[in-house]
């Protein structure tokens, strides 16, 4: 019994320590502010207890909000460091899960830090995002299964019924994992299904963690400042956590194309953790399997439905982008390629390292053994510290800081987004600083997405959302122009407005180097000259930054502005420069924005 007590407690400050040091590091590299693509809306959504995109992600939002009350550092600082803590708290429940399988604490130590410095993982725990809140989620109901395999309590298999619900409000991919967890289930205990009432405990306790989304029609009807979706209708309600919007459930779509992302996810896995250690975690999983296939159907069951199953069963083909943003998904196949890699590890010391005959030789290869084990984590920690260090992050900040400075006093701002990455985090920026800091509240922002609607209530027709988005673009901005006209108020966009944008109009912009003020015609365009605002955004030049594919086609966007301005005063050699400059980090070939500079060159420099 003393020796139980000794190991638990042994593996609880083992774990803490994983917990302290992968936490300390987080810190360090955290953003300080809003990130990329969704983080802007995350924090905004936790900030003012708002809704989020489906499927509104409302254990995150919560969590958020109980870290939005840390008594220091910006609002940003404080929901980013949720990602840190779940990030920490996977890292630990890996260590927890390793030494059970292996009992080696020093191999369960190493391999629990080198996920927590892997490139992928680490970079989704220093930004406001829900991937690490899930990644925790499933190393934890993986121990609770482990724990029920050895003790065959039923109270482990209702903590798990009541935690896998509750890791649903936080991320719905996570119910492609109910098949291997179920199959683990029965082949462990089949009696299971024939117990009614277990069944009907573990079923109530599911529900009771689904329980979390009553938050979205709650807080919608009370009317937030961030309402995605109108959530306190039914219908609404049920399209929203089932991601109808999207509509990316689609299995039979693109079939030949998914085969690229099926490349690209081996490749991510070679890129986090190098060739060798593919094939050691390969013998990793045939280790598992001989000494307990039950569990290793269960890891391989997690592996394959949170990557083939996700490729499969969505929409999206290989692209570019796609491949960027599915890359995050697979945070849990990580965690168990690094088990199977523990396995491997576990194995070759049993089979190979403890035969060596010879107490120097074994003295020796053992000292070598555990040296190795405290490299390699220090070696993906400095590897991979300044690609992935966050802490100077300022780039969409101080952009979006600079495009609402830019603006006249009671200016209409019409955001349309390309259902880009790009347009993803520019209004989601926009949307932080408005919302949670505050700024310029004289400004009104249309999108089409109606996302500052509590303000201003701008209808769109039904037949609105089902055009192309050419035919979307030209309606909003006849709506956006009528409405400012009718009060008198400036109108700008994001986007160039050529002659050509509008079905009844001749409209025309002109850039400030960071946005475009719109005309009637582009000869009261050509008369009435934007004064160049210096402005100061950090990170443009940065090469850790630029290896970012968001971040470069972020500072692409902006590069194109500054392209048009030049264009539109003259100056044809910084034109020239700075449209170089966009297309080399455009990620996307004749992309729209490049399209509609060059119909803008045409159309500005008609005599």
Sequence with gaps: MTDYIFKIRTNF????????????????????????EDGGEFVTAAATLGIAHPSGYPLFVLI???????????????VNLVSAFFGAMTSAMLYLIIERLTKKKAVAAATALVLAFS???????????VYTLNSFFVALLIYILLVWQERREDKYLLWFAFLYGLSLTNHTMMILLAPAF?????????????????????????FLGLLVYAYLPIRSAQGPILDWGDTDHLKNFWAHITRKLYGDFSPLHQEKSKLGLVGAFVYNL??????????????????????????????????????????????????????????????????????????????????????????????AAKAGFYFI??????????????????????????????????LEPNAVFLFYGDNTLTADSEIFSLMYLQMVEGARPDVFILTHNNFFYKKVKVDFPNEFFYKIPIKQKEKILEIAWESAKKNSFPLYTNFIV????????????????ITYKVYEDINEARKDQRPYLPQIIMNLDEPAILEDYSARGFISHYYY???????ENNNQDKSRDYLVKAIELDPRAYSLEYQDFIRHREEWQKK
Excluded: H
């Design 13 to 36: 400050l083992i774990a803490c320590f994983i917990f302290f040091a992968a936490m300390a590091v987080y810190i360090f590299t955290l953003a300080p502010t809003i990130y990329l």
């Design 64 to 78: 958020g909000k109980l870290f939005s009350f840390i008594p220091f550092g910006t609002a940003a600082w404080r």
């Design 119 to 129: 490139p992928i993982f680490w970079s989704q725990s220093v930004v406001a995002e």
């Design 182 to 206: 179920g199959l683990f289930i029965v082949m462990v205990d089949f009696n299971v299904l024939r117990r009614f009432g277990l069944i009907l405990k573990m079923a109530a306790l599911f």
């Design 270 to 363: 070679v890129y986090d953790f190098f060739w060798p250690t593919l094939f050691l975690a390969l013998i990793g999983f045939y280790g598992l399997i001989k000494k307990n296939y039950k569990i290793g159907i269960l890891t391989l069951g997690i592996f394959i439905f949170n990557s083939l199953g996700i490729i499969g069963l969505r929409r999206a083909g290989w692209n570019i982008e796609v491949e960027y943003i599915f890359r995050v998904y697979y945070l849990p196949c990580l965690l168990i390629f690094m088990i199977w890699l523990a396995e491997a590890i576990d194995l070759l010391y049993k089979n190979y390292l403890v035969k060596i005959k010879g107490v120097f030789f074994l003295s």
């Design 373 to 406: 084990l405290i490299i390699l984590p220090i070696s993906f920690l400095f590897t991979y510290y300044k690609s992935v260090d966050k802490s100077g992050f300022w780039l969409n900040y101080d952009y979006a800081k600079k495009l609402l400075e830019s």
């Design 498 to 513: 050529n002659e050509d944008t509008s079905r009844n109009k001749k409209f025309a912009s002109r850039s400030n180097g």
């Design 561 to 567: 502005n500054l392209a048009n301005y030049y264009l």
